[in-house]
Antibody, heavy 122, light 110 residues
Framework: EVQLVESGGGLVQPGGSLSLSCAVS????????MHWVRQSPGKGLVWVSR????????TYADSVKGRFTISRDNAKNTLFLQMNNLRAEDTAIYYC???????????????WGQGTLVTVSS | QSALTQPASVSGSPGQSITISCTGT?????????VSWYQQHPGKAPKLMVY???RRPSGVSNRFSGSKSANTASLTIFGLLPEDEADYYC??????????FGGGTKLTVL
């Protein structure tokens, strides 16, 4: 069974940092592109970042570029999101998601974690 | 990276059909056949319902159908069931390996 479990969320002050993890199981992690998607309370989904299967390429939404870094450890089946200089508007549930193998260019997400809540507030 | 435009809400009675639109630009929806649709029930993670505009993952009911014309993609749900009541989001590749979601549509089954 495919499983993705996020952790690392919590309360952080504006300007602070937080590191999220996503532990996966049930599939060969190193074969898949992975994404982070966030959802502010009561709001819609927003794409955050994507990393390719070997970690050599990453892309970001403009809203987080230069502040967030996506990475992965294929030996430990874990995806990461390092978030720096956090702002109130970064408050959201952060989901990790797997790119569907049958979808061209990793452009759709077939497995999602349950999310971890990040709250940025003083 | 502006969000794709979806209606805030749609509604229909059981057995009826509804269509949710998703309007982008020639830089995203119009430029790629890479629109996907997600269903999200309250407090749950999203679920992939349609990908590459028209294709359904294994296990998704054929009551869900996707289409695209120019800069607008659409999701049609035939034969509405009470369990279809949820939020629906479209998503498109937007170039340079970036993606953009729509604002979401709340479907109410009356």
């Amino acid at each position: 069974e495919v499983q993705l479990v996020e952790s690392g969320g919590g309360l952080v002050q504006p300007g602070g940092s937080l590191s999220l993890s996503c532990a996966v199981s049930g599939f060969t992690f190193s074969n898949y592109w992975m994404h982070w998607v966030r959802q502010s309370p009561g709001k819609g989904l927003v794409w955050v970042s994507r990393i390719n299967s070997d970690g050599s390429s990453a892309t970001y939404a403009d809203s987080v570029k230069g502040r967030f870094t996506i990475s992965r450890d294929n030996a430990k089946n874990t995806l990461f999101l390092q978030m720096n200089n956090l702002r109130a508007e970064d408050t959201a549930i952060y989901y990790c998601a797997r790119a569907f193998a049958q979808c061209t260019g990793g452009s759709c997400l077939d497995s999602w974690g349950q999310g971890t809540l990040v709250t940025v507030s003083s | 990276q502006s969000a794709l435009t979806q209606p805030a809400s749609v509604s229909g009675s059981p057995g009826q059909s509804i269509t949710i639109s998703c309007t982008g630009t020639s830089n995203d929806v119009g430029d790629y056949n890479l629109v996907s649709w997600y269903q999200q029930h309250p407090g749950k993670a999203p679920k992939l319902m349609v990908y590459e505009g028209t294709r359904r993952p294994s296990g998704v009911s054929n009551r869900f159908s996707g289409s695209k014309s120019a800069n607008t993609a659409s999701l049609t749900i035939f034969g509405l069931l009470p369990e279809d009541e949820a939020d629906y989001y479209c998503c498109s590749h937007a170039g340079s390996s970036t993606w953009v979601f729509g604002g979401g549509t709340k479907l109410t089954v009356l």
